[in-house]
C-alpha cells in the first residue's frame, strides 16, 4: 500500500479510520498539555510517568483478572498519580533534586512493574498475553471504543483548560503572584498535573512507554518556536500534535514492518527540526542570517570610521587617499567600499577615495548616537 | 547454592559497583536524566553495530552503543546551548528520536532474528551464567561477568586517579577550571564512563535497572551524608545489599531478577526515605512541627511583652487572642514555662527576667534581621532545640 492508497482507504477502511483518528485525536491531546509541561520545566516528567504507569497496570490485571483496557488505564492513572506526588515530595521534604526524583520513581517503578509482569507471566491464567503491549505500544490494537474515551477525555480537557485558562496562564508564568491573588494554587497544580498524567496513560497503548514523552514534548518545542503567546502555541502544538499523528500513521501503513509509535515519533521530531530551523524570531537559520548581517554593518561602520581618521587630519575632509592606505585594514574590502559609495558616504576617483560631507559627519557621530539610516 | 546461582550474584554485584560509582557523581551533578537518556538511545548504536558484525557479541557492538551515548549527551546539549528550549526538553527530544530510530531499524531489517526491543530493555540476569567466555576452548566464566568487571577495573582506576578533579569540578566549576582541570574533559569522561557501564551492563541486566542501579543507590546515600567519599561507600553498600537481597526475592517469587534488584532498591529508599535521621520525611515533619511550635512561642512572647492588662494576658485568652486551638496553646505554654520565660499566677501570665530579655533580644533580631544576633540567642535561650 502506498500514501495514495492509505489515503483514499482511510475514510472507507474501519481500521484504517480508527487507528488514524485515535492517534490524531492523541497528538492533539498530548500537545495541548505539554505546551504546559515544556512551559513548567516539567518536560520529563511525561517520561516518569508512563513508566511509572506499568505497576499500575500489573496490579490492576491482578486484582481483576481481566485485560479491559478500561481498568487497565485506571490503574495505570492511579500508579502513575502516585509516581507524580512521590516525585513531588522527594523534590520539597529532602534535598534531590528534581531529575534525581525522576530518574529514581522512573526506573523503581517500572522495574516494580517489571517483577510484577514476569509474576504474572507464571500464573495459570491464559489471559495475561499482550499485558506488554503497553511497554512498546501497538496502535493497531485501537479500537472504537478507546477513540471515543480519547475524544471524551479530550473534550473534558478542552473545556478544563477554557474554564480555568486564567488561572494556567498566571500561574505558569509567575507562581508566587498566584499566590498572593488569592488563587487556589495547589489546586490548580494538581488539576494540571492530573490531565498531564491522563493524557500520557491514555497514550501508553498507541506509542507505548518510552515513546510517550516525545509525543508530549516535541509538539510543544515545536510550537514554542514559532510564538511568543500561550494560546498560539498551545493551539500550534496540539495541530502539530494531530498532524504528527496522521503523518505517521500514514507511513507506518503504507509499509511493511513499521511500527506506528516510533514513526509518529519520528515525524513529531521533524516538526521540531524545521522549527527549530526555520522559525522566524527564534530559528537558527534566521538568527545566523541576522548574525552575519550584524557583523556586515560593523565591518562597515569599521571602514568608515577608520576612514573618518585619516580625513580627521586634513583640513578639507574631502581630500583624496589612495586606496592602497586601506590595505592593511581588517574591515576593508572592495564590496564594502562600494557599498559606501552607494549609501553615498565616500566618493571613488580611480584609485583614491575621499569622504563626502555626509560620509564625515555620520562617521563622527557613529559612536556617539544611533544614526537612524543605518539602522 | 549452584554455581550458577553464585555467578549470577557475583555478576549482579559487579554491575552495581560499576553503576553507584558514576551513579554518585551524576545524582550529585543533577544529571541524573542522563542516565536514562543514554540507556535508551543506545539503541541504533548496537543495531548498527550488529548490521556490520551480525554478531551480537561482537565488542564493535558496546563500541558503537556507547559512541551513541556519547553523541546522546553531545546533541542534549548543541540543542540546550542553541538557547531555544531547556536542559530537560533537549533530554526528552534527543533520546525517544534516537531510540525510535532503533526500533525502526530493527522492525525493517532484522525481524529474523535474536535481537528485539525486549531483549535490549529488559535483560534477564537468569541466562548469564550461559553465555560463557571461552579462552583457548577453556571456560573462564560468564562473558558478562568478565565485560562489566573489566568496565569496573577501569571505572575504580579512573576515579582514584581523578578523584580529586571530579570532586572539585562536581562541587564548584568555577574553581575546577581555575585550578586548571578542564570541566569539559571531566565532563565527557564522566560521561564516557556512563555510557560504556550502561552498555557494558544493559546486557546482562537490562536498561531499565541500569539506570536504577545508578540513580538509586546514589540518591540513598545523599539522604544519609553529604561526604562524598561516605556517600560513594554507601552507594556502593546499597547496590550491593539489593543486588544479593533481590536475588533470593525474585528466586522465592519465581520473578524477573532485574525486577526484583529494582524492587529492593526502591524499598530501600523507601525506609531511608521516610526514617533517615536528619533528611527523612519524618524528621523533616518534626522539625517543622517544632519550628512551628517555636514561632508560635515567639509570637505569644511578643503578646505578653506589648500587653500589661490583666485580662490580655489571662490563659483563656490565648485561645481566642491568638486564634490557636487548645492542644497548641497548652504546648506552647508548657515549652515557656519549662524554658522559664513566663510564670503564672491566678491563671495570668507574665514573662520572667529572662523571658522579657529573651524577648527583646527576639524584637531586636526581627528588626535588624542580622544572623550573628540569632546565634547569641540560641547559645543563652533556645533549649529546646534538642
Known amino acids: 500500500m502506498n500514501l495514495q492508497e492509505y489515503f483514499s482507504l482511510v475514510f472507507s477502511d474501519y481500521t484504517l479510520r480508527t487507528i488514524t483518528l485515535g492517534t490524531a485525536i492523541l497528538g492533539a491531546v498530548t500537545g495541548m498539555l505539554g505546551s504546559f509541561a515544556v512551559l513548567r520545566k516539567q518536560s520529563l516528567l511525561g517520561d516518569a510517568i508512563s513508566h511509572a504507569a506499568l505497576p499500575g497496570i500489573a496490579i490492576a490485571f491482578l486484582i481483576t483478572g481481566a485485560k479491559d483496557s478500561n481498568t487497565l488505564l485506571i490503574g495505570a492513572l492511579i500508579s502513575g498519580l502516585i509516581g507524580t506526588f512521590w516525585i513531588r515530595g522527594i523534590v520539597t521534604k529532602t534535598h534531590l533534586k528534581s531529575d534525581t526524583a525522576l530518574g529514581l520513581v522512573l526506573s523503581l517503578f517500572f522495574g516494580f512493574g517489571m517483577l510484577l509482569l514476569t509474576f504474572i507471566q507464571k500464573q495459570p491464567n491464559a489471559n495475561q498475553a499482550g499485558l506488554d503491549k503497553y511497554l512498546f505500544g501497538q496502535a493497531a490494537t485501537l479500537v472504537e471504543s478507546d477513540v471515543w474515551l480519547m475524544a471524551i477525555v479530550t473534550g473534558i480537557c478542552l473545556l478544563i483548560m477554557l474554564t480555568f485558562w486564567k488561572e494556567f496562564k498566571i500561574l505558569l508564568f509567575d507562581a508566587d503572584y498566584t499566590k498572593t491573588l488569592g488563587f487556589n494554587t495547589k489546586f490548580i497544580d494538581i488539576l494540571i498535573t492530573s490531565f498531564i498524567v491522563l493524557a500520557i496513560v491514555l497514550g501508553l497503548q498507541t506509542v507505548g512507554v518510552v515513546l510517550m514523552s516525545a509525543m508530549l514534548l516535541a509538539p510543544a518545542a515545536a510550537a514554542r518556536q514559532w510564538t511568543n503567546s500561550l494560546s498560539v502555541m498551545v493551539l500550534l502544538a496540539a495541530i502539530f500534535g494531530a498532524f504528527s499523528g496522521v503523518f505517521g500513521t500514514a507511513i507506518s501503513a503504507s509499509q511493511n514492518n513499521l511500527s506506528t509509535g516510533p514513526v509518529i515519533v519520528l515525524v513529531a521530531a521533524v516538526f521540531v527540526v524545521i522549527s527549530f530551523l526555520f522559525s522566524p524570531s527564534r530559528g537558527l537559520l534566521f538568527k545566523r542570517i541576522r548574525f552575519i548581517k550584524n557583523r556586515r554593518d560593523l565591518e562597515l561602520h569599521k571602514t568608515l570610521t577608520f576612514m573618518h581618521h585619516i580625513a580627521e587630519t586634513h583640513e578639507d575632509i574631502s581630500h583624496p587617499h589612495a586606496i592602497k592606505l586601506l590595505n592593511n585594514f581588517q574591515g576593508y574590502t572592495r564590496t564594502t567600499l562600494q557599498k559606501l559609495v552607494d549609501k553615498d558616504y565616500v566618493e571613488l576617483h580611480g584609485n583614491m577615495w575621499s569622504l563626502t560631507k555626509t560620509g564625515f559627519e555620520t562617521a563622527a557621530n557613529l559612536y556617539t548616537k544611533q544614526s537612524t539610516e543605518d539602522e | ?386
Open chain 2, 1 to 386: 547454592m549452584s554455581s550458577a546461582q553464585i555467578e549470577i550474584q557475583l555478576i549482579a554485584c559487579v554491575v552495581a559497583v560499576a553503576c553507584a560509582i558514576p551513579g554518585t557523581f551524576l545524582v550529585l551533578r543533577k544529571m541524573a536524566m542522563i542516565s536514562d537518556a543514554i540507556s535508551h538511545s543506545i539503541l541504533p548504536g548496537i543495531v548498527v553495530g550488529f548490521f556490520i558484525t551480525q554478531d551480537l557479541n561482537s565488542p564493535l557492538l558496546i563500541l558503537l552503543a556507547a559512541f551513541t551515548g556519547i553523541i546522546t549527551v553531545v546533541l542534549v546539549e548543541y540543542i540546550q546551548k542553541t538557547g531555544l528550549v531547556k536542559e530537560d526538553t533537549a533530554i526528552g527530544l534527543v533520546f525517544p528520536a534516537l531510540f525510535s530510530i532503533g526500533v525502526i531499524l530493527i522492525a525493517k531489517n532484522a525481524n529474523d532474528v535474536h535481537l528485539d526491543v525486549d531483549a535490549v530493555l529488559l535483560g534477564e540476569l537468569a541466562f548469564a551464567p550461559f553465555d560463557r567466555l571461552l579462552i583457548a576452548g577453556t571456560d573462564v566464566g560468564p562473558k558478562s561477568l568478565w565485560v562489566v568487571g573489566t568496565i569496573l577495573l577501569i571505572t575504580i582506576t579512573l576515579l582514584v586517579l581523578f578523584f580529586k578533579e571530579l570532586k572539585v569540578s562536581t562541587f564548584d566549576k568555577g574553581l575546577a577550571a581555575s585550578l586548571g582541570f578542564s570541566p569539559a574533559i571531566i565532563h565527557y569522561g564522566l560521561m564516557s564512563v556512563s555510557s560504556v557501564t550502561t552498555v557494558g551492563a544493559f546486557d546482562a541486566v537490562g536498561a531499565i535497572l541500569v539506570v536504577a542501579l545508578m540513580i538509586a543507590p546514589a540518591a540513598t546515600a545523599y539522604l544519609l551524608t553529604t561526604d562524598l567519599k561516605k556517600m560513594l561507600a554507601l552507594a556502593i553498600g546499597f547496590g550491593i545489599f539489593s543486588a544479593i537481597f533481590g536475588y533470593w526475592v525474585a528466586h522465592w517469587l519465581d520473578a524477573s531478577i532485574a525486577g526484583s534488584i529494582t524492587t529492593v532498591l526502591g524499598l530501600v529508599f523507601l525506609l531511608v526515605y521516610l526514617f533517615a535521621p536528619s533528611k527523612g520525611i519524618i524528621a523533616v515533619m518534626y522539625r517543622e512541627k517544632q519550628q512551628r511550635t517555636e514561632v508560635s512561642l515567639l509570637t505569644f512572647l511578643l503578646h505578653l511583652k506589648n500587653h500589661d492588662e490583666i485580662e490580655e494576658r489571662h490563659v483563656n485568652h490565648l485561645n481566642e487572642h491568638i486564634n490557636w486551638q487548645k492542644v497548641r496553646a497548652k504546648t506552647v505554654l508548657d515549652l515557656a514555662q519549662k524554658n522559664n520565660l513566663i510564670h503564672i499566677e491566678n491563671k495570668v501570665v507574665s514573662l520572667t527576667k529572662k523571658g522579657d530579655k529573651f524577648t527583646s533580644k527576639a524584637i531586636n533580631y526581627i528588626i535588624t534581621n542580622e544572623d550573628t544576633q540569632i546565634e547569641d540567642m540560641k547559645d543563652d535561650f533556645f533549649l529546646f532545640r534538642g
